[in-house]
């Protein structure tokens, strides 16, 4: 019981916060559209039960990924999290279609007025504020996880650039949560819109966009969950990392590197060529360097490191075309 508290401490806390923010979010816009039955209210209700659903599966995903290796599973659970995310989405494409399909319904066979405009509006002003309090903070996370602090207003543009390099489940939270924050917007603008024209279809419309957002997301988050269940690469890490071993003046080649996304971590593999002459105890010291020094790198948490004999053919042109290119200039 000590071990799942352990874990579940460690959880990616933005997941959490949004989990519980939209829970809240989802039962108010739930009274909301039961006072009013504006079918904008029904999408975003939709929009946030389903979000807090998803993130609270994620949060309990990233807190199980962090579980250590055992005999049994010796590359540890880090894929926990891509898995979980997979399941995640299944809730929200569900409700991405009903709320496509109630959207429709209002849009053919609009109402000639919800009622409650106040009621409505003031939820969605919460939601608004809520969603990009969460939004701003999953942001802030990115640049956290990335090494870039950013605690000022500017933090949602800036994590755009670095969002591939996000954790899965603060990526999952960042895009769910500005769809969130969009669709609260759209639905507020609606509601206005349609109670000083009276065009009430133009509320069905929004929540067929709403929806079509939330499908949006659920491609985005299902190939990039995907991709790490299968085992991707990170190929920018893979290519600092090699650059680094290369630095070593007893590595003259490398034969074969490998860096797997696991989760939140990275596994890496490498087998680097060396003069054949020098000794084994003198390998073995360079071989406890190199691995502490990889294993320093952000996100690593497990290396294996193998020398083999040059055989005078070069593998690794990347550290050679950065040292010509910083020749040139």
């Not at 950013?150 to 895009?175: C, I, Q």
């Not at 600092?240 to 996304?261: A, F, Q, S």
């Not at 691995?291 to 593998?315: H, R, Y």
């Amino acid at each position: 019981m000590g071990e799942i508290f352990k874990l579940i401490k460690g959880g990616n806390k933005p997941s959490l916060i949004a989990a519980l923010v939209n829970l809240f979010l989802g039962i108010i816009k739930g009274v909301a559209y039961f006072f009013t039955g504006n079918v904008a209210m029904f999408a975003e209700m939709m929009h946030s039960l389903g979000d807090a659903a998803n993130q609270f599966f994620v949060f309990i995903g990233s807190a199980l990924s962090k579980k250590a290796p055992t005999a049994k599973f010796p590359n540890g659970f880090g894929r926990v999290v891509n898995l979980v995310c997979l399941g995640a989405v299944l809730i929200v494409a569900i409700l991405s279609y009903e709320t496509i399909k109630e959207g429709w319904h209002h849009f053919i066979h609009p109402t000639e007025d919800s009622g409650g405009v106040l009621i409505a509006l003031g939820v969605l002003s919460i939601g608004i504020i809520l969603e990009g309090t969460v939004l701003h903070k999953a942001a802030q996370e990115v640049l956290h996880e990335v090494g870039v602090e950013n605690k000022g207003f500017l933090a949602v543009p800036k994590s755009v650039a670095y969002l591939n390099r996000a954790k899965p489940a603060t990526k999952l939270v960042w895009m769910e949560d500005l769809v969130a924050t969009s669709g609260n917007i759209l639905a507020f603008l609606a509601i206005v819109i349609a109670y000083f024209t009276g065009w009430s279809a133009l509320e069905g419309l929004v929540s067929m966009i709403i929806g079509i957002m939330m499908f949006y997301v659920v491609g985005r988050v299902f190939l990039d969950n995907a991709r790490g269940v299968i085992g991707e690469t990170d190929e920018e890490m893979q290519i600092h990392i090699g650059n680094l071993v290369m630095e070593d003046p007893h590595v003259t080649d490398i034969r074969r590197l490998e860096v797997i996304k696991e989760g939140e971590f990275l596994h890496v593999t490498v087998v680097a060529e060396t003069d054949p002459n020098l000794s084994l105890a003198f390998l073995d010291d360079v071989r406890d360097h190199l691995v502490e020094m990889i294993m320093s790198q952000k996100g690593v948490t497990k290396v294996s490191l193998l020398f083999d004999e040059e055989d005078e053919v070069t593998n690794w042109e990347h550290h050679l075309a950065e040292k010509k290119q910083d020749s040139n200039e």
